[in-house]
């Protein structure tokens, strides 16, 4: 179907839900660059970080045991918008805390609207996706890593010019206050349903099982390079806190290069090809770049990884929602929870494992996971229809 036969309500929720998967993205990321200086102002050791990292999981995967079914029962466009205002709100919590704990309690609220939103948003894409009769939801994913890109971007300049990281997150608050409502006014309204579908996650389900333990792999990997990246080339790899910034810009911006063409490429060679040849690559890229132990061969390492992830998520939800006899937001939730815990996992369990050992060994479970996602990768199915 072209675009120009799609209906208006569809192109222009499907601008809005693109937005609001940039500005999700962007608030995270903007996040990142300050760990190291978090981390030194609360006098944490890798152990002490990474169990305080584990807020944002906690709450994150309370919340996508509750947000399918408001999907269901109300529809993502709704949930959106309360979601998406909640995490505005909570982003500054993360520069007020004055204690380890504190930091634990605002990662878990703040964690818990980051998940949500991920859940509704990715509904509403499903209901665009099936608008346009083809698959577009790796582009939407495209701006989510777009969204990484700018945001740690934003995150490094604010940084440069001595901004701290309270006055950023208030800053964040102001802008998704002010996107919330005209955003979600353009979505669409018409993906719920609870009279044909049975409330609750998916769990019995073995299709929506190994999804999630795919999309747990591949997310887990995602967030260890999100918080670790920086950390990794400063400490590790020696260089200053402005250019150890560059690590995670690569890898989004290598993750979006993947999930632009991700659409094309799923058409063509079919979802399970296209993720597992590409965690193949991102695999053998990150192991070269651990062995070498220098800069630029960290960045082409790190670039490497983030093109190996790329169709990971968008697929496994199109899989979820396309194989699951659920409603499609409850089986996008199911295999989301999964993702989710890995994703926000991750930092705390390479912080775990760099204390015991170093870094260099504990981000060397990446590569070890991407091979488990190339082995899991046939269960994505064959090439599409047209």
Same mark, same amino acid.
């Given at each position: 179907?072209?675009?120009?036969?799609? =209906?208006?309500?569809?192109?222009?929720? =499907?601008?809005?839900?693109? /937005? $609001?998967?940039?500005v999700h993205a962007a608030v995270f990321a903007a996040w990142t660059p300050h760990i190291p200086a978090v981390k030194d102002r609360l006098e944490l050791n890798d152990g002490t970080l990474g169990l305080t990292l584990l807020g944002a999981p906690v709450g994150s995967v309370a919340a996508m045991l509750l947000v399918g079914g408001w999907v269901a029962r109300w529809g993502s466009r709704r949930v959106v918008l309360g979601v998406f205002v909640g995490y505005g709100l909570a982003s500054p919590l993360l520069g007020l805390a004055w204690e380890p704990w504190a930091l634990f309690v605002g990662l878990a609220v703040w964690g818990g609207f980051q998940g949500a939103l991920d859940? %509704?948003?990715?509904?509403?894409?499903?209901?665009?996706?099936r608008g346009y009769g083809r698959p577009i939801l790796s582009s939407f994913h495209a701006w989510w890593s777009f969204g990484g890109f700018v945001g740690v971007g934003l995150g490094a300049v604010a940084i440069a010019v001595g901004l701290d990281l309270t006055t950023q997150m208030f800053v964040v608050t102001g802008l998704v206050l002010l996107l919330a409502f005209p955003l979600t006014r353009a979505?669409? +309204?018409?993906?719920?349903? $609870?009279?044909?579908? =049975? *409330?609750?996650?998916?769990?019995?389900?073995?299709?929506?099982?190994?999804?999630?333990? /795919?999309?747990?792999?591949? *997310? *887990?990997?995602?967030?260890? $390079?999100?918080?670790?990246?920086?950390l990794y080339l400063r400490e590790t790899v020696g260089v200053p806190a402005n250019r150890?910034?560059? +690590?995670?810009?690569? &890898?989004?911006?290598l993750m979006f290069v993947g999930r632009v063409m991700g659409d094309r490429w799923v058409v063509r060679f079919g979802p399970a090809r296209v993720v597992g040849g590409l965690a193949a690559v991102g695999a053998v890229g990150m192991a070269v770049a651990l062995v070498v132990g220098e800069f630029w061969v960290a960045l082409a390492g790190f670039g490497a990884f983030g093109l190996g992830l790329a169709c990971i998520v968008p697929v496994? &939800?199109?899989?979820?929602?396309?194989?699951?006899?659920?409603?499609? %937001?409850?089986?996008?939730a199911g295999v989301a929870t999964a993702g989710w815990a890995g994703f926000l996992l991750g930092p705390a369990l390479i912080g775990l494992l760099s204390h015991a050992s170093s870094q260099t060994w504990a981000l060397a479970v990446l590569p070890v996971l991407c091979l488990?996602? $190339? *082995?899991?990768? =046939?269960?994505? +199915?064959?090439?599409?229809?047209?």
């Open positions: 179907m072209s675009d120009v036969a799609v =209906r208006a309500p569809a192109r222009r929720a =499907r601008v809005a839900t693109a /937005i $609001v998967f940039a859940v %509704a948003m990715n509904s509403q894409g499903i209901a665009v996706e979505m669409l +309204g018409d993906d719920h349903s $609870v009279d044909e579908h =049975r *409330l609750g996650l998916p769990w019995r389900d073995k299709r929506v099982l190994l999804l999630g333990a /795919i999309m747990f792999a591949g *997310l *887990l990997c995602e967030g260890a $390079v999100g918080d670790w990246a920086a150890a910034a560059w +690590g995670y810009a690569v &890898f989004a911006a496994a &939800f199109s899989a979820a929602a396309a194989q699951s006899d659920a409603h499609a %937001a409850q089986a996008i488990g996602v $190339v *082995l899991g990768a =046939r269960s994505l +199915g064959g090439r599409p229809s047209a």
